[in-house]
């Protein structure tokens, strides 16, 4: 198995993740739609996500250069509406459910580099978890588990980490920048206190 396949493999499980997420608990990914000017009703909502379980699951199963490029265009599909959606505002992105984060510069990044993993996954042609699983030692138990822990730390890095990554930047744009005053104190630049102006009459 080369790093291709097993880099494609967890890349469509975790668009069969997020699929999962949004039939279970479709409201945030309904709400992001309306926010787009789209029809955002929870049917809409959990068809998207039965639709996202049917290309992840079927990406891993099959395998091979279409199956890759789908998952390359899910992607980017991805990557445009969390654009769309952050700067329209939008709470939430919707991805994996009610876990989803607010839309970030880190999902754009994630779904833009992961459209382009697939893509190198499709030259090569990747191969179904059948052939993956036939050539593992210990009937494939090792690379299931490094597959499924994959999947985690992806969709931890799409949720908790982009949550928190973008709570970090929010407070570095907030926190006041410092300098001297005219009376050698150290105070935040938006307070700098400016010299008392001399009245007539006084020195």
């Not at 409201?27 to 959990?46: D, E, H, Q, W, Y």
């Not at 580099?113 to 993956?132: C, F, H, N, Q, W």
């Not at 494939?140 to 994959?150: Q, R, W």
């Amino acid at each position: 198995m080369d790093v291709l396949t097993g880099v494609f493999q967890i890349l469509a499980m975790v668009i069969a993740v997020g699929g999962v997420a949004k039939v279970v608990a479709p409201t945030a990914f309904a709400a992001t739609l309306r926010s787009l000017g789209l029809p955002g009703g929870t049917l809409v909502a959990r068809v998207s996500g039965l639709v996202e379980v049917a290309i992840g699951i079927g990406a891993v199963l099959v395998g091979g250069r279409v199956a890759a490029l789908i998952v390359a265009g899910a992607y980017a599909v991805f990557a445009v509406v969390v654009l769309a959606a952050r700067r329209a505002g939008a709470e939430s992105c919707g991805c994996f459910g009610a876990a989803s984060a607010p839309p970030s510069p880190v999902h754009v990044t994630v779904n833009a580099v992961s459209a382009a993993a697939a893509l190198l996954a499709a030259v090569a042609g990747p191969a179904s978890l059948t052939d993956v699983l036939a050539g593992q030692p210990l009937a494939g138990v090792p690379y299931l588990i490094t597959l499924a822990t994959g999947v985690w730390l992806t969709v931890v890095l799409d949720t908790t980490g982009a949550q928190l990554l973008d709570e970090m930047a929010a407070v570095r744009r907030l926190a006041p920048t410092f300098r001297d005053n005219a009376r050698g104190a150290t105070v935040p630049a938006r307070t700098v206190a400016r010299p008392a102006r001399s009245r007539s009459g006084q020195d």
